[in-house]
């Protein structure tokens, strides 16, 4: 996907930016919703042959497309898991998490992320972070219990430690049709704590 210099960045677009300028060869990441594996393959790409990526999804089409579309990775690890499991299948130190809510277009609308396991994710995402690591969450609002769900989301990562974490939110404000909107967390860097 190329970034138009003339205007703003759409939500995934910088959680790209934000994830490409700290995630890099040998680190490991976490894709928490693989969907059709897009997002899975960014991750692979940036940490490489020396890094790792798990990659979960609870659809089975979701797991079929993404271990299609990185076959040829060996640094990729795809898993029919739900992501509030991703501590006990991955251990501590992670660069990176990634998540994208919703639901997989062109799949089972029904199988949407739903705010009780996505919270319980995110808190296990950030306490795996290393210092300088971040979590990147995609929101949606436009289809039934999105509006909940973004809600929900900010709520939790408003009460999320300074001393520790630092928490930032990218919204369009005039745009008739809510476009998705950005979460992004980062465990602030030992060093730079008071
Ligand atoms: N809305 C995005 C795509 C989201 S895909 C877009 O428009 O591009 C969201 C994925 O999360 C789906 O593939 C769905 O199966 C998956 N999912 C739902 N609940 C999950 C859970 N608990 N753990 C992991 N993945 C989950």
New binding site residues.
């Given amino acids: 996907m190329t970034d138009a210099a003339n205007r703003f960045p759409r939500a ?1 677009e910088l959680a790209h930016t934000l994830v490409r300028s700290r995630l890099g060869a040998g680190h490991r990441a976490v894709d ?4 059709n594996g897009h997002d899975t393959l960014f991750l692979a790409s940036l940490v490489g042959s020396s890094g790792q990526v798990l990659a ?4 089975e089409d ?1 797991v079929r497309a993404t271990r299609a579309r990185c076959a040829a990775l060996d640094q990729v690890r795809v898993m029919l ?4 499991t991703m501590a006990r299948q991955f251990g501590e130190q992670v660069r990176a998490v990634m998540f ?6 062109g ?2 609308k029904t ?4 705010p009780e ?2 919270l319980a ?1 995110l808190g296990a995402a950030v306490e795996m972070l290393e210092p300088g690591g971040i979590v990147t969450v ?1 929101l ?1 609002t436009g289809h039934e219990g999105g509006r909940e769900e973004t809600d929900a989301v900010l709520g939790w990562a408003q009460t999320l430690d300074q001393a520790r974490f630092t928490s930032i939110h990218y919204r369009f404000l005039n745009q008739r049709h809510g476009p ?1 909107e950005l979460l992004a967390v980062e465990r602030r860097d030992a060093a730079a704590s008071l």
């Fill in positions: 995934l928490a919703t693989a969907g979960l999804d609870v659809q979701a898991a739900g992501h509030e994208n809510l919703g639901y997989l277009p799949g089972e199988v949407i992320t739903r396991t996505t994710a995609v949606y998705p």
